[in-house]
């Protein structure tokens, strides 16, 4: 097929960024057993950081080597300015990888709408029950959501009026907890990261590479919140645990299931028992092994792009290959 200069353009950068980012999830996925034992030695704060680190780090190298490589070197080295044949396998991967991007944003954009109208019909129909700080915190009628933070620019702590009936009799103290969880997850702006992470194109989580820190960063940011919470007070770990096992039981009473971007107090079955064992049996305070582990993975970034910066001469002959991949 005959494409012009601005679509043979459009074609590299495709295949730069898709193969690029393919490529760098699958390494990370290899990795992911040694990256999360060597976590397995800092606080939860860091360790959510470093698993978001992890999971936007793919996108941004493929945006790099396409916007600062592949780019320059294309605009530099093709000086044909008509139009060129194609080949059909160059096509076929383009519109597979641009598809992949295509249906990564539609799912992105249409679950950031639903939180949107969710939180709007919430702000409406919720019953007002103090203002913590500055995020509202309401009673609504979803049980599916015992507690949880949604929103972005204007955050809301929810509450299941359910969880609020003389049934479940939860603390006084141990609310507080919940809510204080949730601040945390609202200061750190974890709403916002999910978002972001809702719009990353991912493989399928069966091939390799797929996501294998999505979780653990859900279960470090829930762990760095409970943190936050407690504050290191054993009484404030044993009000809390006993706040997750209350939310816990008001969630499991309903079989809805959330279709907007939300960080709920509570957590899968698993999840919950580690979350709880951690606050009642809390270990000693975590050496911060973080900072050397991001340098190390600096390091290896920057000599990565050393090294692509050095092949640089050769990204165009590169790309000019790709565009003729499997051509007689």
Not at 88 to 99: E, F, G, K, R
Request: charged share 15%; with cysteine.
């Amino acid at each position: 097929m005959t494409l012009s200069y601005t679509l043979r353009l459009l074609c590299v950068l495709t295949l730069a960024i898709g193969l690029v980012l393919a490529a760098s999830q699958i390494t990370l996925a290899l990795a992911a057993r040694w990256i999360l034992g060597a976590l397995d030695a800092t606080t939860a704060r860091w360790r959510e950081r470093i698993l978001y680190l992890l999971q936007i780090g793919p996108a941004l190298i493929a945006i790099f080597i396409a916007g600062a490589l592949c780019l320059p070197s294309w605009l530099h080295g093709e000086t044909n300015r008509e139009s060129e044949s194609v080949s059909t396998l160059c096509l076929l991967v383009a519109a597979l990888i641009a598809l992949w991007f295509a249906s990564t944003l539609f799912r992105g954009l249409a679950l950031a709408l639903r939180t949107r109208r969710y939180a709007r019909a919430c702000r409406r129909s919720g019953q007002l029950l103090f203002p913590a700080g500055d995020i509202p915190v309401l009673a609504v009628s979803d049980p599916g959501l015992p507690v949880g933070l949604i929103g972005f620019l204007r955050p809301l702590i929810l509450v299941s009026s359910g969880l609020l009936d003389a049934s479940c009799s939860i603390p006084l103290a141990a609310f507080d907890l919940a809510l204080a969880h949730e601040r945390s997850h609202a200061r750190h702006r974890d709403n916002w990261k999910l978002l972001t992470l809702a719009f990353l194109p991912r493989l399928h989580p069966r091939l390799p590479g797929g996501d294998p820190f999505r979780q653990p960063w859900q279960n470090a940011a829930d762990w760095a919140a409970d943190d936050d919470a407690v504050r290191g007070d054993p009484n404030r770990s044993f009000l809390l645990a006993d706040a997750l096992v209350l939310a816990a039981r008001a969630a499991n009473a309903s079989t809805a299931r959330a279709t907007y971007i939300c960080t709920a107090l509570t957590s899968a079955g698993a999840d919950l028992a580690v979350r709880v064992h951690r606050l009642i049996h809390p270990q000693p305070s975590a050496r911060t092994t973080a900072p050397s582990l991001l340098v190390a993975l600096a390091a290896f970034a920057l000599l990565a792009a050393a090294a692509l910066c050095t092949l640089s001469p050769w990204i165009y002959n590169l790309s000019e290959h790709l565009l003729h991949l499997g051509a007689a």
